[in-house]
């Protein structure tokens, strides 16, 4: 059967979803999905975030973010942190999310996420639509209830949210081992 050929689109499905905290005096949170690892060696995440967003100049100006994994019981603070602007509004209260001490850096992680992700920004891209911030990870947090008996991170033990082309799904369940 012959393939459509589509115009170029956003097209790479599932993605993460994610909470990225960001701003020291006055520290905002903003929903994304434009987000990945782009490096092992040292390891590095990359987010997009629009320039037009209250974030971008709290990210730029730090030079530093947290990636904050939000479960699936984090669904309506996704979905405030993702809906309502930082330019006039406190997004930690008005999502009921807490601000924790970072181990690293001066942007504090959202403690309700059972993982967090601390970055330094290395290098920032201007791609278009969107700027990529390539942030070097130099510390990560986690839930102990996340751990298994060799207090390694287990992400089976957490139900973590993707975006797949407009809504949020839950991933639940593990199918195959990938190597």
Not at 27 to 56: D, K, Q, Y
Not at 106 to 125: F, G, S, Y
Not at 149 to 171: N, T
Request: net charge neutral; glycine share 8%; proline share 8%.
């Amino acid at each position: 059967m012959p393939k459509v050929v589509h115009g170029p689109m956003t097209a790479l499905f599932p993605v993460p979803v994610v909470l990225v905290s960001c701003g020291v005096e006055r520290p905002n949170i903003i929903t994304l999905a434009w987000v990945g690892t782009v490096c092992s060696e040292p390891p590095m995440v990359g987010i997009a975030v629009r320039p037009t967003r209250f974030s971008h100049g709290l990210i730029k100006a730090a030079g530093q973010f947290v990636v904050n994994l939000p479960t699936t019981a984090l669904l309506k603070a996704v979905e405030v942190c993702g809906t309502v602007s930082g330019w006039d509004r406190e997004k930690f209260a008005l999502a009921g999310l807490t601000p924790a001490p970072p181990a690293k850096i001066e942007v504090p992680l959202i403690a309700e996420c059972p993982l967090n992700i601390e970055c330094l920004v290395r290098q920032t891209i201007l791609l278009g639509s969107h700027d990529l911030f390539l942030g070097e990870v130099v510390a990560v947090q986690s839930d102990q209830a996340l751990l298994n008996q060799h207090a390694q991170v287990d992400f089976q033990r957490a139900e973590w949210l993707c975006y797949l082309a407009g809504a949020y799904h839950s991933l639940s369940r593990r199918l195959g081992s990938g190597s």
